[in-house]
């Protein structure tokens, strides 16, 4: 059985996050995103830069209110706005790495008091004990007790991620969301970074919804894959599934475009690049929402809104395309 086919530990449906901007004015952020993880399950979600993958993640874990649709975490149906109780309850299990270990920081904490802050919150754990956790999760992700008293500015970008770690995972979440975890970094600290988010991911057994606009890392990390656009899920599946045969001219233009990691390989590479940039959320029409894009656009993609189903012939692929559905 895989991952895939157990019960979820997380699941969205139809979950909607619009934005009122002014008069007769809204930000279609999410529409109707219905995905399920299971445990131990790592769920990549990538898209272009505003198709809502950041705001999908937040508003998964109750960080966004919700305009429309129901998030239900191990069996409990969470509440659309969160009482500081229940947030209270739920912060413990569910966590987010950031994209920004920059600005994700306290500038005016120690590393000591940023990992710890969560458990000073939401346990009673006494200060002794609370620096001992801090310290063992210090070394688990690479660093030294002694860094517990310094400042985020005395590190460099991959060790301030590797903190945003240690503070998301010391809470031993069973849900994180890693949100673009590795785009602030360069490119030779991203690989150390992923490892060691491997590593712990195999060693506590985590649940993910892991965020980025690299293909090529996400297929490595992630056991299924779903691409975004303009707030909604157009195709879903296996990770490598989606990444070496994609059905969605969204996901085919996506992979062509995503750069190789060798240079060599990247220069002689017959490379895919899409069209324009991806339209304004405020205000969406009926149709396909990649229609303005995309080179097999029909009439009927212009009227009538593709629904995420099953393909026929392809196991564990869904995809919202007029080209798949009678
Ligand atoms: Fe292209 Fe039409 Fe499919 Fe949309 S529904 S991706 S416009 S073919």
């Given at each position: 059985?895989?991952d895939a086919?157990r019960?979820p530990l997380?699941?969205?449906?139809?979950?909607?996050?619009?934005?009122?901007?002014?008069?007769?004015?809204?930000?279609?952020?999410?529409?109707?995103?219905?995905?399920?993880i299971a445990p131990?399950e790592?769920?990549?979600?990538?898209?272009?830069?505003?198709?809502?993958?950041?705001?999908?993640?937040?508003?998964?874990?109750?960080?966004?209110?919700?305009?429309?649709?129901?998030?239900?975490?191990?069996?409990?149906?969470?509440?659309?706005?969160?009482?500081?109780?229940?947030?209270?309850?739920?912060?413990?299990?569910?966590?987010?790495?950031?994209?920004?270990?920059?600005?994700?920081?306290?500038?005016?904490?120690?590393?000591?008091?940023?990992?710890?802050?969560?458990?000073?919150?939401?346990?009673?754990?006494?200060?002794?004990?609370?620096?001992?956790?801090?310290?063992?999760?210090?070394?688990?992700?690479?660093?030294?007790?002694?860094?517990?008293?310094?400042?985020?500015?005395?590190?460099?970008?991959?060790?301030?991620?590797?903190?945003?770690?240690?503070?998301?995972?010391?809470?031993?979440?069973?849900?994180?969301?890693?949100?673009?975890?590795?785009?602030?970094?360069?490119?030779?600290?991203?690989?150390?970074?992923?490892?060691?988010?491997?590593?712990?991911?195999?060693?506590?057994?985590?649940?993910?919804?892991?965020?980025?606009?690299?293909?090529?890392?996400?297929?490595?990390?992630?056991?299924?894959?779903?691409?975004?656009?303009?707030?909604?899920?157009?195709?879903?599946?296996?990770?490598?599934?989606?990444?070496?045969?994609?059905?969605?001219?969204?996901?085919?233009?996506?992979?062509?475009?995503?750069?190789?990691?060798?240079?060599?390989?990247?220069?002689?590479?017959?490379?895919?690049?899409?069209?324009?940039?991806?339209?304004?959320?405020?205000?969406?029409?009926?149709?396909?929402?990649?229609?303005?894009?995309?080179?097999?656009?029909?009439?009927?993609?212009?009227?009538?809104?593709?629904?995420?189903?099953?393909?026929?012939?392809?196991?564990?692929?869904?995809?919202?395309?007029?080209?798949?559905?009678?």
């Amino acid at each position: 059985m895989s991952d895939a086919d157990r019960s979820p530990l997380i699941e969205s449906m139809g979950l909607t996050k619009h934005f009122t901007l002014g008069k007769n004015q809204t930000v279609h952020a999410l529409d109707g995103v219905s995905l399920s993880i299971a445990p131990r399950e790592i769920l990549g979600l990538v898209g272009e830069s505003g198709s809502g993958k950041s705001t999908y993640g937040k508003t998964l874990i109750g960080l966004h209110d919700k305009t429309a649709g129901e998030v239900v975490f191990d069996g409990e149906k969470l509440p659309a706005r969160y009482h500081p109780r229940d947030f209270q309850r739920h912060a413990r299990r569910m966590q987010m790495i950031f994209q920004d270990p920059y600005s994700s920081l306290n500038p005016r904490m120690t590393v000591g008091e940023i990992i710890g802050e969560g458990l000073r919150l939401h346990t009673n754990d006494s200060g002794a004990q609370i620096r001992e956790r801090v310290a063992g999760w210090l070394e688990r992700v690479g660093l030294n007790g002694d860094h517990m008293a310094r400042y985020p500015h005395e590190f460099s970008g991959g060790q301030r991620q590797r903190i945003g770690i240690a503070r998301a995972l010391i809470m031993e979440p069973d849900f994180v969301v890693c949100d673009e975890p590795i785009s602030a970094l360069d490119v030779s600290v991203q690989a150390q970074v992923i490892n060691l988010l491997d590593a712990l991911k195999k060693s506590m057994g985590l649940t993910m919804l892991f965020i980025a606009h690299d293909l090529s890392m996400v297929r490595y990390v992630s056991d299924r894959m779903a691409v975004m656009y303009l707030g909604t899920v157009v195709e879903i599946g296996p990770a490598n599934d989606v990444f070496f045969k994609p059905k969605h001219p969204y996901t085919e233009i996506l992979v062509g475009s995503n750069p190789e990691p060798d240079p060599e390989t990247e220069r002689h590479r017959d490379s895919t690049h899409i069209r324009g940039e991806i339209p304004s959320p405020v205000n969406v029409k009926p149709g396909c929402r990649f229609a303005g894009r995309c080179p097999k656009v029909m009439d009927v993609c212009r009227s009538t809104t593709p629904e995420l189903l099953p393909l026929a012939d392809v196991t564990g692929r869904e995809v919202a395309c007029h080209l798949y559905q009678d």
